[in-house]
């Protein structure tokens, strides 16, 4: 099976603050597959280290109140394509992010406080019916 994983889950310091999100438990679940790393919001434009970020009533911004949506979704676009082109057939993505996020996202306030929500990244999935999951809802 083709997988697409954030490509911070795989170890990729791609992450806001230069970091990763290196998973065990993804490593283990796509042995054997054909994998696919993806982060949107490097596709998008934005550089690496960069402002944390969250969806404000519905627009993607940093703390500052600067806007960063268009870089947002051109990201989910490209990665949208890239999805697309190889005939992907799941998609693992990091929790809680305002690309990735599957289930929760943070709220806007840049507080740590989590609501149901998703990502740009994974909404654009759900509208393109491409099957998304949370890498906490792996086992
Ligand atoms: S956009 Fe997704 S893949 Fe990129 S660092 Fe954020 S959570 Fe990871």
Not at 12 to 41: A, F, L, Q, R, T
Not at 55 to 83: P, W, Y
Not at 114 to 132: C, T
Request: aromatic share 6%; proline share 4%.
């Amino acid at each position: 099976m083709k997988i697409a994983v954030s490509a911070c889950l795989l170890g990729d310091n791609c992450k806001y603050n230069g970091g990763n999100n290196y998973s065990e438990k993804v490593k283990n679940y796509i042995e054997g597959h054909e994998v696919i790393p993806i982060c949107p919001e490097v596709l998008g434009g934005l550089s690496t280290p960069r402002e944390p970020a969250e969806i404000d009533c519905g627009i993607v911004k940093n703390k500052d109140g600067t806007s960063v949506d268009a870089q947002f979704r051109k990201g989910a676009e490209l990665a949208l394509d890239i999805v697309i082109k190889n005939q992907v057939e799941l998609v693992i993505l990091q929790s809680r992010s305002p690309s990735c996020g599957v289930n929760t996202i943070y709220d806007g306030s840049f507080t740590g406080k989590i609501i149901p929500g998703q990502g740009v990244f994974a909404e654009l999935l759900k509208k393109n019916n491409i099957k998304a999951i949370d890498v906490a809802d792996i086992r």
